[in-house]
């Protein structure tokens, strides 16, 4: 189902609020009011646009940028939930766990020694076809 | 028996730029980033919800065994934005149109019907242009 340019524009309007907001304690009140609509019809129309209810696509824009930070740099699992505006470390690790089948600390380690790996030795990641075919040895 | 597509190899007129539009406009996930011992960079990006398909950030300087014949030929297709990389999916065609104008992507096309779904036609100002498009 198509709706008109100007809703488009508006749904979309609140999707890149919760984009650049996520990490703040932001709510579907705060997120419907972007787009000038009740809450119920916007979460209506947010769903069948983006196939997921603001609630979820804010919790995976969060679990997106909790697996940054825990490889990009040395925050503590308390600071990254801080960061992410989570009420504690323990709603983080319960939610990071079940999104993405592993604790914060055992993604941070395994991550970390993959990044390494692929630092010490980028051959081995790189299929030898392309090794071969394009200029990757000095 | 072939199963599956692991890698495939989008040749770009500029990597850092390609980097900018495929990871920070498109969402699309980085797989690797790695300096090689030639001081080049191997660059594989993942469409979002397909974490096992890589995507070749290949630049068309530096990196590649050509003839001076085959790269200034490819050398201009990349130029003229005449290289068709392929199709990408979205769940709402409009949205997506909409979202990526906003961040400065440049289109071919608007959303328009088709029989198979909606799709714009998308360039990634690094030669490539794809379908967008909302399958039926």
Redesign the interface.
């Known amino acids: 189902m198509?709706?008109s340019?100007y809703l488009?524009?508006r749904?979309?309007a609140a999707?890149?609020y919760i984009d650049n907001n996520f990490t703040e304690n932001i709510d579907l009140e705060q997120i419907s009011r972007q787009a000038y609509l009740s809450r119920y019809h916007f979460h209506r129309l947010f769903r069948?646009?983006?196939?997921k209810t603001p609630h979820q696509y804010v919790t995976s824009k969060r679990m997106e940028r909790a697996r940054t930070l825990l490889t990009a740099n040395d925050l503590t699992i308390s600071e990254v939930s801080a960061e992410l505006g989570f009420e504690s470390p323990a709603s983080f690790s319960n939610l990071f766990r079940k999104e993405s089948g592993m604790a914060p600390q055992n993604y941070r380690s395994t991550s970390l020694r993959l990044i390494q790996e692929?630092?010490a030795q980028?051959?081995r990641?790189?299929?030898h076809c392309?090794i071969n075919?394009?200029?990757?040895?000095? | 028996m072939i199963t599956r597509l692991s890698?495939t190899t989008l040749f770009v007129s500029d990597q850092e730029k390609a980097y900018d539009f495929y990871v920070n406009k498109l969402g699309f996930k980085v797989h690797?980033d790695?300096?090689?011992?030639?001081g080049?960079r191997?660059l594989t990006i993942t469409p979002p919800e397909q974490p096992d398909l890589e995507i070749?950030l290949?630049p068309l300087h530096?990196?590649?065994?050509l003839d001076d014949e085959s790269q200034k030929a490819l050398q201009i297709l990349l130029d003229k934005g005449v290289m068709g990389a392929g199709v990408l999916t979205t769940?709402?065609c409009?949205?997506t149109y909409?979202?990526l104008k906003?961040k400065g992507v440049v289109f071919k096309s608007e959303p328009k019907e088709q029989f198979y779904g909606?799709e714009a036609l998308i360039t990634d100002g690094c030669g490539n242009w794809f379908s967008m498009t909302q399958p039926l």
């Not at chain 2, 790695?34 to 030639?38: G, T, V």
């Open positions: 198509s709706h340019p488009y524009q749904i979309v999707k890149l069948r646009i983006y196939k692929v630092k980028p051959k990641f790189i299929p392309f075919q394009y200029q990757l040895e000095a | 890698h690797t790695a300096k090689m011992e030639n080049s191997w070749v290949m530096g990196m590649m065994k769940p709402d409009r949205a909409e979202e906003s909606i």
